[in-house]
């Protein structure tokens, strides 16, 4: 999965749903596996299994209300070509009850541009026969059938939702009526070309559950006033981020606790840290406390049927700069259809003649309107284009608007986000070509009787050409798509609908990562029999399969400075384009300085749950992905996650650093110790009290804590569980009693700083046990030991432990603020340390241990990781009386795990192959190129022009990131060119006198470097001061170095110039 360049910061709040049981200390917190059933279908109904391993991803979009709602649904797709495949795919993954493919037409060459499931074997086939086989194995827990008869209206009330695609307008309507009047679900999707279509109609009731899909909000209380219109003041740490209108709850108000489980309360926001509330005058004073959560509210939604709305029509505008075009569409596809009842053909490609007859039909369409669908006057333009190339079926379209059907197919079945009301209309005429008098012509674009007839349709057969090989002067197509996962996969599947590198051209796809089973829910390339297999090979095997004349090769490389040797100048310098499909911001900002300094063309996208991103990075003309970045994600400040939490994120975070912190970190410098040499100096280095830290834990793994036997390992985490969850609570209120003031006379305990309670063990208390069974195991296991999962031996174990008593000590400094903590001088104790240097055993005799460092993986469930983190986190939340997590969502939180659907990774990567072709076809507009926003769960979409590289100046010369001085360091009578003559040349060619040379972290010259030191290095080869001073040998793959200047222009004033790229081979 890619994760999103978006900010990904979560708010602190609960779940929208419960999803399970809210746990309490005496439950276990533990979810058990779903087991699939012997038939490999998932159990149907309200008491349908969710197979978590499958769907985690999912699960944290949709929740698993919503889930069990779309595993009750059964769908019709009528209608395999190209969209119908796409939404189906969506679906499929998505995990509904049943899918049932409809079709009667067979398999044609203009299919197979964007069917990805027919093959040239195909030919002649029913469509829906023939992708049932391969659509049917996306997904073993939804059953898929094919249907070739007519669509009956007893056939139809079988389903709860009919998708219909490449339908006539009078079927549309049939089905249309039957279904509104029938209570079934409709959604009318169809592509013509570069336009489409897309309607609902949910009926005249549709409940929606939770329309954003937000995480509720949730703010701590600082004020409540009495008063007509009680107004709520929240602590100042962050704002509230309510909205008027949104509905409240309270809970752990002191005073006036009438409103402590109250019923829902709408509000009036007042600023950014008040609101307005219900009548307070007759409740109880407030004294202190409280937390105020948002509550996600049912919405009814009126949908008109297909027939009545096509003459009321509700637009959803997807792009703002085409404000006007539904409108026109509306009455061009509607005339499209006119066209085709008529002649029983669709409009031929750029056929001049058919365009006038279209735009004749729309004009008598139009004129036939009586309500708000009648235009005041048809843009001409518009519908002859949509004529030239409605016989067009692109797979880039198709997926964007097969995304978005599948995504309201979805809605209709659960309820959850809003949907679409009621038509859509989307358009990608920026495409065509940029110049204003290009007109292809009729046989350009005649269909040749191959896979890629309907593009050729849109673009006609020069664009092919480029598509597929070399051309003189023209791009070689090899590309490098970065990343193997959902947007990789989505990638792939249209490079090969496209036709992109299937003459002499290659896509060259990386990716160091094996397939899991929680990639298959959305990486649509990958079978459960490919789990453990590496991402890129499946993934170029399968795409393979989709168009045998893809030129495609994978890699198992990480992008990154260690991999240069491999990805070198001559490498990217062969590349026409890179597309990333990444899911982290350091590869992303990576791959873009690649881009950036060979002046490469870079698409990149990402997606977070509904919401999906595109930017598109063009080589002197846009600003690159790096030019603009989020701030960084706020992080919990150190004091709270030690002492003072208030939220279930504060304690997990705290589970995560407890699990490095005694089964990772440990082991690694114990094992450093036993093997680096230099580890001992290294550490005594070490600034503060890491030191004694450092070597106080190295003694412990080595000496005191090591355990011989599953026992020990039990004793140990029996006495670390009294430390954590009661001693230290303890000590934490011995020195804040729980009445305690600060110096102003208020409450130490109040506003954030909630106050803790000590637990009791208890082997009778599931979450106790199940603490001390991780943590156990995961001891066990870091030193080479057995382990068990026998719980009445281990119960019985446990009686038999004596746990030290604990008195809590006077004069333990606890520091009440990260400022404080800074401000407080670190003591060593240097007598410690250097006794901590004889205790230690010789490194011969510690070589003996057998360490095993720990590396915390979230999606093996039989490991004992989240197994302790869960266990963890929720007996740390009992200590402060915060609700305590369930497994899914502490996985959530504690993994960082990136909420992803298909749906959304889909639309995206139509977005993206959009922008593809207009590179492929060298288009040069900064308007002609589309960064695209969208959150499908509003739903809403946003386009606009890429922003254009920012220009900087010296003297007369304006200039962007994208531009260098390129210098060529060997001179015609082959010597390198010396540091003199690299400063004299900028002075003599440029004007420009160098004040400051550096390369990397490197500093090769300066205006204040001593005189010796520069007399040294002003004859040497430019080289030679680069190894002198980095220390490094330069590789033999490297054939450019980059140097950046400071310069001062002839009236001394500093300027700002662009780097140097200095070519030595």
């Known amino acids: 999965m890619s994760s999103s360049p978006l900010s990904k910061k979560r708010r602190v709040s609960g779940s929208e749903t419960k999803t399970g049981s809210h746990c309490s200390s005496s439950n276990s917190v533990r979810t058990e596996l779903s087991h699939t059933p012997a038939n490999g279908m998932a159990k149907n109904g309200n008491d349908a299994e969710i197979d978590e391993g499958l769907y985690s991803r999912q699960l944290y979009v949709l929740g698993h209300e919503a889930m069990k709602r779309m595993q009750i649904s059964n769908i019709l797709i009528s209608g395999l070509r190209g969209l119908g495949v796409e939404i189906a795919k969506n679906v499929i993954l998505g995990g509904v009850k049943s899918v049932t493919l409809h079709d009667q037409g067979v398999a044609e060459w203009k299919d197979l541009s964007s069917q990805f499931y027919l093959r040239e074997e195909d030919l002649g086939k029913n469509r829906a026969e023939v992708s049932q086989l391969r659509l049917a194995e996306l997904n073993s827990y939804v059953p898929v059938t094919s249907f070739t008869g007519a669509l009956t209206n007893e056939y139809l009330t079988k389903f709860q939702v009919v998708v219909l695609t490449n339908s006539s307008l009078d079927e549309q309507i049939r089905i249309g009526d039957f279904c509104h009047s029938n209570g079934i679900k409709l959604i009318v999707a169809d592509t013509r070309g570069l336009f489409g279509q897309l309607f609902c109609d949910f009926g005249e009731e549709m409940t929606m559950f939770d329309v954003n899909g937000e995480q509720p909000l949730s703010a701590m209380i600082s004020m409540i006033t009495k008063d007509s219109a009680g107004v709520v003041t929240c602590l100042d740490e962050a704002r509230h981020g309510f909205e008027s209108g949104d509905f409240v709850t309270f809970t752990e108000v002191q005073g006036m606790t009438e409103l402590n489980g109250c019923d829902p309360v709408e509000i009036k926001t007042l600023g950014p840290y008040t609101f307005s509330i219900c009548d307070t005058s007759s409740f109880s004073d407030y004294v202190r406390g409280g937390i105020v959560t948002q509550v996600k509210m049912p919405k009814t939604v009126a949908f008109k049927s297909l027939s009545s709305s096509m003459a009321e029509p509700e637009f959803m505008v997807t792009d703002f700069a085409k404000f006007d075009r539904p409108g026109q569409l509306h009455m061009g596809f509607q005339a499209l259809h006119a066209f085709e009842k008529k002649h029983s053909r669709l409009p031929k490609p750029w056929s001049q003649s058919d365009a006038d007859e279209l735009v ?55 309820g959850k986000f809003m949907p679409i009301m009621q038509w859509l209309y989307f358009d990608a005429l920026e495409c065509l070509s940029e110049a204003e008098d290009a007109v292809l012509t009729e046989e350009e674009c005649a269909p040749r009787n191959c896979r890629y007839d309907s593009q050729i349709a849109v673009f006609g057969s020069k664009l092919q050409e480029l598509l597929a090989k070399q051309q003189p002067s023209q791009l070689c197509n090899c590309r490098m798509l970065v990343g193997a996962g959902a947007i990789g996969c989505e990638l792939l599947k249209n490079f090969a609908m496209m036709g992109l590198a299937s003459g002499e051209g290659e896509v060259i796809v990386t990716d160091m990562d094996t397939i899991e089973k929680s990639n298959l829910n959305r990486q649509f390339l990958f079978r459960p029999w490919d789990v453990t ?131 990772k970190q440990p082991a690694e410098n114990a094992l450093q110790y036993m093997t680096d040499p230099k580890f001992m100096e290294r550490t005594l280095k070490l600034p503060g009290a890491q030191p004694l830290e450092v070597l106080e834990a190295v003694y412990k793994s080595l000496v005191t804590d090591k355990p011989r036997s599953w026992e020990d390992c039990v004793v140990w985490a029996r006495n670390h569980w009294q430390c954590q969850y009661n001693n230290n609570i303890r000590q934490l209120l011995h020195n804040f009693p729980p009445d305690q003031l600060t110096s102003s006379g208020a409450p130490f305990w109040s506003g954030p700083k909630r106050c803790p309670h000590p637990l009791e063990f208890s082997t009778n208390n599931d979450l106790h046990m199940d603490y001390i069974m991780a943590a156990a195991n995961l001891l066990a296991q870091s030193y080479g030991l057995p382990g068990s999962t026998e719980r009445s031996a281990l119960t019985k174990l446990l009686q038999d432990i004596k746990v030290p008593e604990f008195v809590p000590k006077s004069g333990i400094k606890i520091h009440v603020s990260d400022q404080e903590l800074q401000n407080a001088n670190a003591s060593v104790d240097d007598s410690r340390l250097e006794e901590l240097k004889t205790l230690l055993p010789s490194t011969e005799a510690a070589s003996q241990f057998k360490l095993c460092p720990i590396d915390f993986e979230k999606d093996d469930e039989t490991n004992f990781h989240m197994d302790f983190i869960v266990a963890a986190s929720n007996l740390r939340a009992e200590n402060y009386d915060i609700p305590p997590a369930d497994r899914h969502k502490s996985k959530l939180i504690a993994g960082k795990i990136i909420p992803a659907i298909a749906t959304t990774t889909a639309a995206v990567v139509g977005l993206v192959c959009l922008e593809l072709l207009k590179i492929v076809q060298g288009h040069k507009k900064l308007e002609s190129f589309k960064n695209g926003f969208m959150n499908l769960a509003l739903p809403f979409f946003a386009f606009s022009e890429p922003i254009a590289a920012p220009k900087h100046k010296y003297y007369e010369i304006d200039w962007t990131l994208w531009d260098r001085f390129e210098v060529k360091g060997i001179q015609p009578n082959g010597e390198e060119m010396t540091l003199r003559q690299f400063l004299d040349y900028f002075k003599n060619e440029h004007k420009l006198e160098i004040t400051m040379l550096s390369q990397g972290v490197s500093m090769l010259y300066s205006f204040f470097m001593p005189a010796a030191k520069l007399k040294e290095r002003l004859d040497l080869p430019m080289t030679e001061i680069v190894t002198k001073v980095s220390k490094k040998k330069l590789g033999k793959h490297v054939k450019a170095l980059v140097f950046e200047l400071c310069c001062n222009d002839e009236t001394e004033e500093d300027v700002e110039v662009p780097y140097v790229r200095y070519t030595i081979r």
């Open 360 to 414: 004749a039909l729309a004009e008598e369409v139009n004129a036939a309107q009586s309500g708000s669908a009648k235009q005041e006057q048809l843009d001409q333009a518009i519908i002859k284009k949509l004529s030239c190339v409605a016989a067009g079926d692109l797979a880039p379209i198709n997926a964007f608007i097969g995304g978005l059907a599948a995504q309201e197919a979805m809605k209709a079945c659960t």
């Open 533 to 663: 297999k590496m991402k890129s090979e499946t993934a170029a095997a399968a795409v393979k399969q989709m168009n045998p004349s893809i030129r495609i090769t994978g890699h198992q490389n990480r992008v990154g400075t260690d991999t240069e040797k491999v990805y070198d100048d001559d490498f990217f310098e062969s590349l026409d384009g890179v597309a990333n499909a990444l899911d982290n911001v350091d590869a992303r900002m990576y791959m873009d300085r690649r881009c950036v300094y060979y002046c490469k063309p870079l698409l990149e996208s990402g997606t977070l749950g509904t919401k999906g991103n595109v930017q598109v990075v063009i080589p002197f003309l846009t600003e690159s992905y790096s030019s603009s970045q989020d701030p960084p994600e706020k992080s919990i400040p150190i004091c709270t996650l030690k002492n003072f939490p208030n939220a279930i994120e504060h304690t997990l975070q705290w589970a995560r650093d407890e699990f490095e912190g005694l089964f």
